[in-house]
């Protein structure tokens, strides 16, 4: 069974940095893409970034280029969103989810909340 | 602002067929990226519903069913059901080589 567990949410002030964590586990982890998309609340869905996981190509939505920084480390299957330089409008509960390089997001994790508040 | 435009709302009574469109353009949906859809029930994570345009993974309802055409693309949903009742989102990629979302659709079951 493929699951995802988020962590390392939690309250931020404006500026500051935050790392977000997903342990990958029940899939072959060297294969397929992990992605990290963000949801506010009460708003819609909003993707942040894409890791090719056997690759390392990444990409991210513009809106955190220069502040948010996708990786992976498969000795300990786990992939990481780097967030500094956090703004309000960053509130949101972030999902990792497993998917397809530029395809489906078929696997989501349960999220994890990041607030952004001085 | 989503790049992909859907209706805010839809309903329908139960037993009855509703569509939700997703509208995008040249430089995603009109590109030939596919389009996924997704359900989310009130306070859990979004499950996948449909993926590249057509199909239904294992486990979801043939109730479900998307199509694709031009820069368009919709979701039907057949004799509705109360536990229908959620937000469904479209998503596709972009060639500035982003995902993107549509803004989301509440479907009310009557």
């Known amino acids: 069974e493929v699951q995802l567990l988020e962590s390392g949410g939690g309250l931020v002030e404006p500026g500051g940095s935050l790392r977000l964590s997903c342990a990958v586990s029940g899939l072959t982890f060297n294969s397929d893409a992990v992605t990290w998309v963000r949801q506010a609340p009460g708003k819609g869905l909003q993707w942040v970034s894409i890791?090719?996981?056997?690759?390392?190509?990444?990409y991210s939505a513009d809106f955190v280029k220069g502040r948010f920084t996708v990786s992976r480390d498969n000795s300990k299957t786990t992939v990481y969103l780097q967030m500094s330089s956090l703004r309000d409008e960053d509130t949101a509960v972030y999902y990792c989810a497993k998917g397809v390089w530029f395809g489906q997001i078929d696997y989501w994790g349960q999220g994890t909340l990041v607030t952004v508040s001085s | 602002q989503s790049v992909l435009t859907q209706p805010p709302s839809v309903s329908g009574a139960p037993g009855q067929r509703v569509t939700i469109s997703c509208t995008g353009g040249s430089s995603n949906i009109g590109a030939g990226y596919n389009v996924h859809w997704y359900q989310q029930l009130p306070g859990t994570a979004p499950k996948l519903l449909i993926y590249d345009n057509t199909n239904r993974p294992s486990g979801v309802p043939d109730r479900f069913s998307g199509s694709k055409s031009g820069t368009s693309a919709s979701l039907a949903i057949t004799g509705l059901q109360a536990e229908d009742e959620a937000d469904y989102y479209c998503?596709?990629?972009?060639?500035?080589?982003?995902?993107?979302f549509g803004g989301g659709t509440k479907l009310t079951v009557l």
């Open positions: 890791l090719s996981v056997s690759g390392g190509a990444r």
């Open positions: 998503q596709s990629y972009d060639s500035s080589l982003q995902g993107v």
